[in-house]
């Protein structure tokens, strides 16, 4: 059965850092893409980063690179989200999930997802 479990979330303030883990189960993210996700209340859920298992390039949502960094470790099957200098409007649930590359991450398009973890950035 394919899985992904996020973990990691939390309250933080802001310029505070989390990382954020991805676990993959029942497949291996070497062969996949990752991509995370987030959500804040009341708005449309927003592709963050992504990383190709098969050669570990990345990509970013423009606005967002420099701060935040994706980044995996197959032995451990996971995938990881740093977060640093965040803002209150970094705040919102986070998703990573499962594609075969990072080219349908940029249209949302993924086959598995995780149940999300919650991030809050207080001001």
């Known amino acids: 059965e394919v899985q992904l479990v996020e973990s990691g979330g939390g309250l933080v303030q802001a310029g505070g850092s989390l990382r954020l883990s991805c676990v993959a189960s029942?497949?291996?993210?070497?062969?996949?893409?990752i991509g995370w996700f987030r959500q804040a209340p009341g708005k449309d859920r927003l592709g963050v980063a992504c990383i190709n298992g098969r050669d570990s390039s990345t990509t970013y949502v423009d606005f967002l690179k420099g701060r935040f960094t994706i980044s995996s470790d197959n032995a451990k099957n996971t995938v990881y989200l740093q977060m640093n200098d965040l803002k209150p409007e970094d705040s919102g649930v986070y998703y990573c999930?499962?594609?075969?590359?990072?080219?349908?991450?940029?249209?949302?398009?993924?086959?598995?997802w995780g149940k999300g973890t919650l991030v809050t950035v207080s001001s």
């Open positions: 999930a499962a594609t075969q590359k990072c080219t349908y991450w940029r249209f949302g398009s993924m086959d598995s």
């Open positions: 029942g497949f291996t993210v070497a062969g996949y893409a």
